[in-house]
T-cell receptor, first 113, second 116 residues
């Protein structure tokens, strides 16, 4: 069974600081996704990482993937209040090739002015 | 592009009634749609995978007779919660995947169900 763990679960940081969220998964997988969720809202797609060593950046967020270590990171640079949200990583497909995603526990990020 | 809508946005119903939630892909065709539920402050849990023209594949522990899924066309899937009870109260989110090589899932805005 594929398991996906995120660390930390909760994160409070000041504006302007940098931090990294980690996503570990238990078995080999082809794709790693990062999503953002605002309170009471659905998920917004941030990044899709398709291969070992993949790095993608959008604004103050940068995601990377190390398939050998089964680890993805989401790095936040010079955080601003607007980045406050819950961030989920998700892995797919599963071991049987099904498209379904397995989600991490989520990281609730609060940026303090 | 890749917009997914859900209807209704929220619904409050009495215990024992049935509730239907619609999920539509507005600007693309989706052969596969997914239904998730999310309890407060928790992650998303996949309930079932919905394939156009065939029966849905349910995850372990999800009652197929209680959560009826119909995927009648390439742009519409419906989830019917039958004989709803308070423990079915949750945030239900659908997603649809594009047919490109990333298989990115695009999520609907969610439906908040409250069963009294």
């Amino acid at each position: 069974e594929l398991k996906v763990e995120q660390n930390p679960l909760f994160l409070s940081m000041q504006e302007g600081k940098n931090y990294t969220i980690y996503c570990n998964y238990s078995t080999t997988s082809d794709r790693l996704y990062w999503y953002r969720q605002d309170p009471g809202k659905s998920l917004e797609s941030l990044f899709v990482l398709l291969s070992n060593g993949a790095v993608k950046q959008e604004g103050r967020l940068m995601a990377s993937l190390d398939t050998k270590a089964r680890l993805s990171t989401l790095h936040i640079t010079a955080a601003v209040h607007d980045l406050s949200a819950t961030y989920f990583c998700a892995v797919g497909p599963d071991n049987f090739g099904n498209e379904k995603l397995t989600f991490g526990t989520g990281t609730r990020l609060t940026i303090i002015p | 592009g890749a917009v997914v809508s859900q209807h209704p946005s929220w619904v409050i119903c009495k215990s024992g009634t049935s509730v239907k939630i619609e999920c539509r892909s507005l600007d693309f065709q989706a052969t596969t749609m997914f239904w998730y539920r999310q309890f407060p402050k928790q992650s998303l849990m996949l309930m079932a995978t919905s394939n156009e023209g065939s029966k849905a594949t349910y995850e372990q522990g999800v009652e197929k007779d209680k959560f009826l899924i119909n995927h009648a066309s390439l742009t519409l899937s419906t989830l019917t919660v039958t004989s709803a009870h308070p423990e079915d109260s949750s945030f239900y989110i659908c997603s649809a995947s594009t047919s490109d090589n990333t298989d990115t899932q695009y999520f609907g805005p969610g439906t908040r169900l409250t069963v009294l």
